[in-house]
């Protein structure tokens, strides 16, 4: 009788053990997928912007469709940062327009890293 209740003290509390943990599927995917230490502009926040932005926010876009907010290059992207803007659009902040135009909100750990990045001072490295 004293091996069944081991037994099952041991499964409670290796059920309790494993329960208590949590991580999304991302995180199991890849443990520092969200890690935002080291966010840096052309390692981070640059494929972000060229991949989820220029297509209307590029110079030529900006250009072609009479838009006036060109992300193009670290300097276009400054003042939108200094502003607040960058960040209230692709949080979409109710007082900013949501971006990317049409497309779904970045996800929760891009939007982290831009946050660390803007937090860092948004320096150009």
Same mark, same amino acid.
């Given at each position: 009788?004293?091996?069944?209740?081991?037994?099952?003290?041991?499964?409670?509390?290796?059920?309790?053990?494993?329960?208590?943990?949590?991580?999304?599927?991302?995180?199991?995917?890849?443990?520092?997928?969200?890690?935002?230490?080291?966010?840096?502009?052309?390692?981070?926040?640059? !494929?972000? @912007?060229? &991949?989820?932005?220029?297509?209307?926010? *590029?110079?030529?876009?900006? #250009?072609?469709?009479?838009? +006036?907010?060109?992300?193009?290059?670290?300097?276009?992207?400054?003042?939108?940062?200094?502003?607040?803007?960058?960040?209230?659009?692709?949080?979409?902040?109710?007082?900013?327009?949501?971006?990317?135009?049409?497309? !779904?909100? @970045?996800? &929760?750990?891009?939007?982290?890293?831009? *946050?660390?990045?803007?937090? #860092?001072?948004?320096?150009? +490295?």
């Amino acid at each position: 009788m004293h091996y069944k209740a081991l037994l099952t003290t041991l499964g409670l509390a290796a059920l309790a053990a494993f329960s208590a943990c949590s991580y999304d599927k991302e995180e199991l995917a890849n443990p520092n997928a969200c890690n935002t230490a080291g966010t840096t502009y052309r390692q981070h926040i640059l !494929p972000v @912007l060229q &991949n989820s932005c220029y297509s209307c926010h *590029s110079s030529a876009a900006a #250009a072609q469709h009479g838009r +006036n907010i060109s992300l193009e290059g670290y300097s276009q992207v400054q003042p939108w940062v200094l502003n607040g803007k960058l960040l209230a659009a692709i949080n979409h902040a109710p007082t900013a327009p949501a971006m990317p135009q049409g497309g !779904p909100k @970045l996800d &929760n750990c891009t939007l982290a890293r831009f *946050s660390a990045w803007v937090g #860092a001072g948004a320096p150009d +490295n």
